[in-house]
């Protein structure tokens, strides 16, 4: 578990990554990333680093998923309900 959130850690130091990106290279579920994700999340702060998110945005109309405390990906739009939706990246 710890060697997995080390290795999130470096990533997300080095780029901008999305759940999907990092499930794939990690070879874990989305799921268990955004576990980790809400773990490391709270282990920086002591550190005084954070955890950035580039919020997730709707590709058809451009509405912006503001919401901070969400990590995860939102399934539609609800402005005009699409579901093309990029999902949010996060980085260090
Ligand atoms: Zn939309």
Do not use: W
């Not at 912006?64 to 980085?91: L, M, T, V, W």
């Amino acid at each position: 578990m710890n060697t997995i959130r080390q290795e999130i850690v470096s990533l997300l130091s080095e780029g901008e990554y999305g759940a999907k990106d990092i499930s794939k290279m990690l070879h874990i579920s989305e799921k268990e990333v955004y576990t980790h994700i809400e773990h490391i999340n709270r282990s920086l702060k002591p550190q005084k680093m954070r955890l950035k998110i580039t919020p997730a945005a709707c590709l058809t109309c451009g509405f912006k998923f503001e919401a901070r405390n969400r990590f995860s990906s939102p399934g539609r739009c609800p402005k005009c309900k699409g579901e093309h939706i990029q999902d949010p990246k996060y980085f260090i």
